[in-house]
Nanobody
Framework: QVQLDESGGGLVQAGGSLRLSCAAS????????VGWYRQTPGKQRELVAT???????NYADSVKGRFTISRDGAKNTVYLQMNALKPEDTAVYYC??????????WGQGTQVTVSP
């Protein structure tokens, strides 16, 4: 059973930084991509950043230049370094993993709140 354990959310002032972590367990191979999505009340979940099984990455335009996604293969952990945070970054952030089989998995979500 694949499990994604997120940590690192919290409250920060605008301009500050946070780092989210997502530790994956319950599998031994076959990751296609991992990443982060976020969601605010009444809105659809949106992609924040993705890293593919090689080194390719993809970012939402709204976070380019401020957020960095990275991965530690030895620890099966993906990170999201968030700098220059804005109030509009406030959301629940979800870790996401897709295997080469197409199977998708989600973490439980971690709240990020950015105060003005």
């Amino acid at each position: 059973q694949v499990q994604l354990d997120e940590s690192g959310g919290g409250l920060v002032q605008a301009g500050g930084s946070l780092r989210l972590s997502c530790a994956a367990s319950g599998f031994s191979f076959g990751i296609y991509r991992v990443g982060w999505y976020r969601q605010t009340p009444g809105k659809q979940r949106e992609l924040v950043a993705t890293i593919f099984s090689g080194t390719g990455t993809n970012y939402a335009d709204s976070v380019k230049g401020r957020f960095t996604i990275s991965r530690d293969g030895a620890k099966n952990t993906v990170y999201l370094q968030m700098n220059a945070l804005k109030p509009e970054d406030t959301a629940v952030y979800y870790c996401y993993l897709q295997r080469v089989t197409g199977a998708e998995y989600w973490g439980q979500g971690t709240q990020v709140t950015v105060s003005p």
